[in-house]
């Protein structure tokens, strides 16, 4: 199966540590998004990628949060200086570009103690 | 401000009648819409979509209706299965490839 993939699944870290997450999308889609999920709601978007190019940033992205996708495959997403209101599922998404439909990883799972 | 809106956290349905889901849209720019269904402790899975130009789509057990003019749409499934039972989110973009706004969810639950 080559759908999307995220490492780690789960993470837990201490508040003011850095943490850095890894997407690697379905082979061959150019463009692949992250978005941040909290308990009882739904996905927020937070940064998107056409291939290397980052094409738009939300604004919920503060200056902790940075993403690469260096090569235009896998791509990372690093927190610097974790806080408690960074817990949440960090979804990964990607799409051929082609369509609107977006295929997602199983998330990775913050918590900051 | 919530520009997609699932105002009904919670629904239950019998095992083989049909479940109605709802989502409601605030932004006018919106042109492709869809539905995600999502199991605990997975990502979301892409079910069905539809593009403004359309006011229904059908995919098999799922039928997506769009209202453009008040701005809603809904997801009908049937017969409703107990393997449906998962949260339903919708989620809208516009123009090819940008973002998702998704809602709130609404956490389906089939009885046997």
Redesign the interface.
């Known amino acids: 199966d080559t759908g999307v993939s995220q490492d780690p699944r789960h993470k837990i870290t201490k508040r003011g540590q850095n943490v850095t997450f890894r997407c690697d999308p379905i082979s061959e889609h150019n463009r692949l998004y992250w978005y941040r999920q909290t308990l009882g709601q739904g996905p927020e978007f937070l940064t998107y990628f056409q291939n290397e190019a980052q094409l738009e940033k939300s604004r919920l992205l503060s200056d902790r949060f940075s993403a690469e996708r260096p090569k235009g495959s896998f791509s990372t997403l690093e927190i610097q200086r974790t806080e408690q209101g960074d817990s949440a599922m960090y979804l990964c998404a990607s799409s051929s570009g082609t369509g609107d439909e977006q295929y997602f990883g199983p998330g990775t799972r913050l918590t900051v103690t | 401000d919530q520009q997609?809106k699932?105002n009904s956290p919670s629904l239950s349905v019998q095992e083989g009648r049909i479940s109605i889901l709802n989502c409601d849209y605030t932004n006018s720019m919106f042109d492709?819409f869809?539905w995600?269904k999502k199991y605990p402790?997975?990502?979301?899975?892409?079910l069905i979509?539809i593009s403004s130009i359309k006011d229904k789509n059908e995919d098999g057990r799922f039928t997506v209706f769009l209202n453009k003019s008040a701005k809603h749409l809904s997801l009908h499934i049937v017969p409703s299965q107990p393997g449906d039972s998962a949260v339903y989110?919708c989620?809208a973009?516009y123009n090819?490839?940008?973002?998702?706004?998704?809602?709130?969810?609404t956490r389906l639950m089939v009885k046997p």
């Open positions: 997609v699932q492709y869809l995600y402790a997975e990502g979301p899975t892409f979509s989110f989620a973009s090819a490839g940008n973002m998702l706004t998704f809602g709130g969810g």
